[in-house]
């Protein structure tokens, strides 16, 4: 056990941790509280309430109101960084001299008005950024959506230059890792997503059913649900889209097809059970950014994956998954998987290529880093 004192500043409440960045965000606060780490957390609050869980993991919590004027999004910065300038967020980080972890791009604006001398300061890249927001200005059907992600696109490739600020860089995937590497003087290190899963799920029987898991307020997740109904529409084949959020879209979509049917999750427990039932799994994405949680959890939850090449290239989990492109390659690889049994051969498999996703392992290595 060590025992060290980090501010960690997150964009969005880190609990319940219920989306792909806050699942990374809450995971590693819990990892680094077990290897004796007081962690001060910053958080800004917008659409929930203050969340007292978190005081079972941070030494303090402090609670910043998000400024989301419209009127933001007509400065030169963009509107994810600053929507989250807050005076007094400095003025804490600057009370106690603590090495600080900034959560995405999202939150580096105390970099700008604060050089934080006598304190390292690190920043955990989620995405490179203006490249996602480019992919959802692609996969929005929205008008003035799509002017707000190119416009924020453009804005986010030039604040990029801030990561030149920070003593280092912690990716969230081997390419990404790659591409800040070669664009920034500050240090890059690969650090693993953080999760909450710990073994790959037990073997049990499943149904033949296809599932794809995902928020229905990101706009990709959207057009990988309408691709996956039209692939397997007018067929025996029974797929399930699931959710936290309802899509008006995707419940019209749905309802149409006899072998389809939308499902609002409840909670964690109705996904997990989701998972280890369905035979296959289908993860589509249009834009390739990071390394999709849902993905991890799938490996970890599910049994049989396909997957297109936008959604595993470069993670290092490609020989996990079966790769389909279109849609005549999903129900080909559907129809093969479900005429195969997933063995405890595949779980083992799957178990030894996981290994470097574990949380105590990543956490020890950001520590090992910062301290």
């Given amino acids: 056990m060590i025992h060290k004192s980090l501010h960690i500043v997150s964009f969005d409440i880190p609990y319940p941790p219920i989306y792909g960045g806050i699942i990374d965000v809450f995971y590693k606060i819990k990892a680094l509280k077990e290897l004796g780490v007081s962690i001060h957390l910053h958080t800004f609050i917008y659409g ?20 989301d004027n419209f009127l933001s999004l007509f400065s030169r910065k963009p509107f994810i960084v600053k929507s989250r300038s807050n005076n007094e967020l400095i003025k804490n980080l600057l009370a106690h001299k603590f090495p600080i972890l900034f959560e995405g791009l999202h939150t580096t604006a105390p970099l700008l008005k604060n050089d934080f001398i ?58 990404e890792h790659t591409y800040f590497s070669n664009t920034y003087k500050s240090t890059s290190f690969y650090i693993p997503v953080f999760h909450e899963n710990k073994n790959i799920g037990e073997l049990s029987t499943s149904k033949k059913q296809v599932l794809y898991h995902g928020d229905l307020r990101i706009s990709d997740n959207i057009k990988a649900s309408i691709f996956l109904v039209n692939t397997y529409k007018n067929t025996d084949i029974q797929l399930i ?16 097809q006899d072998n389809c049917r939308f499902i609002h999750l409840k909670n964690q427990t109705e996904l997990t059970k989701l998972l280890h039932e369905s035979h296959v799994n289908a993860l589509a994405t249009f834009q390739k950014t990071g390394i999709k949680l849902k993905l991890i959890n799938t490996l970890y939850k599910g049994k049989f994956i396909i997957a297109n090449n936008e959604m595993v290239e470069d993670t290092g989990l490609e020989n996990l998954c079966e790769i389909a492109n ?43 880093i910062i301290f």
């Fill in 48 to 67: 929930k309430e203050k969340q007292p869980e978190l005081e079972k993991y941070c030494e303090k919590v402090h609670y910043y109101k998000r400024n």
């Fill in 118 to 175: 006598g304190q390292k300061t690190y920043i955990r890249t989620h995405n490179i950024e203006h490249l996602y927001f480019d992919g959802l200005y692609k996969s929005s059907t929205n008008i003035p959506n799509k002017l707000y992600y190119k416009s924020e696109a453009i804005k986010l490739k030039k604040y990029e230059k801030i990561l030149n600020k920070v003593d280092g860089i912690f990716t969230i995937s081997p390419e």
């Fill in 326 to 368: 279109n849609k005549s390659e999903f129900l080909q690889k559907t129809n093969e998987l479900f005429n195969q049994e997933f063995t405890e051969k595949n779980r083992k498999e799957r178990s030894e290529e996981l290994s470097d996703f574990n949380p105590k392992k990543s956490a020890k290595k950001l520590l090992k």
């Fill in 241 to 256: 889209i699931s959710s936290g959020t309802k899509n008006k879209k995707i419940i019209t979509a749905t309802s149409t």
